[in-house]
């Protein structure tokens, strides 16, 4: 993984921009435009070793412990009754996804946002037709990444975007941010959207579930750091590989997933406790 990174960094993310430069040179100076008030050495340049060989030890611990997580992976309970509500939250999500596509273009399912909101949906979905392992797959990745989008939007982003928006531009882009209808959608929503199905039917989680959770996140930050930040769209700046700190991120991101795995489950506790009451 570390040579990939050096080969993404030095190679692929070059040649990738050149690519796209040559083939809509208007494109490529709308993402610098877009991405400007990043500083360069953030967007441009090679991999700082420390988020490297964090993310390599990732990877690799991942793989190692599929087969132990595989040990945990148990279906959800049936519940029939459930259906008709999960059926609703399918098309309610289906019609979220359709607001969003239709108002900023198909590219916004490239974003770790719009697929958190996918997530929940296709897991709505299986619940209502009775994919039950399908649904437990689904279930701690979507409720992790609705609520990373959440946590990251409001407490990194969000505030990194008007700190580094010149002066008298900050209270629109904090209103961009945080007061527009699609935002609050899918960053606000998106959370009790993504708890419902598991709130209707508390299940306890396993380690499959964290496991799943962690590798979902790798997934997308491969693509992310290979496609995305390599084309020059910096969605998750504070995320670059290109600094020290970028590490730093992504364990947040990890010790999240554990104290949101750790609290569902005291949450699921209380709730099996006064349903038995």
């Known amino acids: 993984f570390s040579v990939g990174a050096m080969i ?29 008030f990043i500083p360069a050495d953030q967007r441009i340049g090679p991999w700082s070793w420390t988020p490297t060989v964090m993310l390599t030890a990732l990877v690799h611990i991942t793989a190692a412990t599929w087969p132990q997580a595989s040990e945990t992976f148990l279906p959800v309970p049936e519940a029939e009754g ?15 996804l359709a607001y969003m596509i239709r108002k900023y273009g198909g590219w916004v399912m490239t974003s770790w946002t719009m697929l958190g909101w996918t997530a929940a949906t296709i897991r709505f979905l299986a619940g209502s037709v009775g994919l039950r392992y399908l649904q437990r797959a689904l279930t701690f990745p979507s409720v992790f ?5 959440v946590t990251l939007w409001y407490l990194g982003i969000l505030p990194g975007i008007v700190a580094m928006s010149p002066k008298h531009m900050r ?13 609050l959608l899918v960053h606000g929503v998106n959370l009790p959207f993504s708890l419902l199905d598991w709130y209707i039917q508390p ?6 579930d964290y496991w799943a959770g962690a590798a979902y996140s790798l997934c997308y930050l491969g693509f992310y750091l290979t496609m995305l930040d390599s084309a020059g769209v910096h969605f998750y700046f504070i995320l670059t ?3 020290w700190w970028g590490a730093v991120g992504y364990a ?20 099996s406790a006064s349903l038995a009451a």
């Not at 209270?171 to 935002?183: D, E, I, Q, T, Y």
Request: no cysteine; glycine share 6%.
């Open 203 to 208: 299940v306890r989680l396993e380690f499959f």
């Open 252 to 271: 947040i991101v990890l010790a999240s997933g554990v104290a949101l795995w750790s609290g569902l489950n005291a949450w699921e506790s209380k709730l």
């Open 171 to 183: 209270w629109r882009a904090f209103a961009n941010g945080a007061l527009s209808f699609a935002l």
């Open 145 to 149: 990444a609705n609520t990373v989008t």
């Open 82 to 96: 459930l259906r008709r509500v999960r059926l609703a939250g399918f098309l309610f999500g289906s019609a979220g």
């Open 8 to 36: 993404i960094s030095q190679w692929w993310s070059p040649a990738l921009r050149r690519y796209l430069h040559e083939r809509n040179p208007e494109v490529s100076r709308q993402l610098e435009r877009a991405f400007a």
């Open 241 to 243: 590989p290109r600094k």
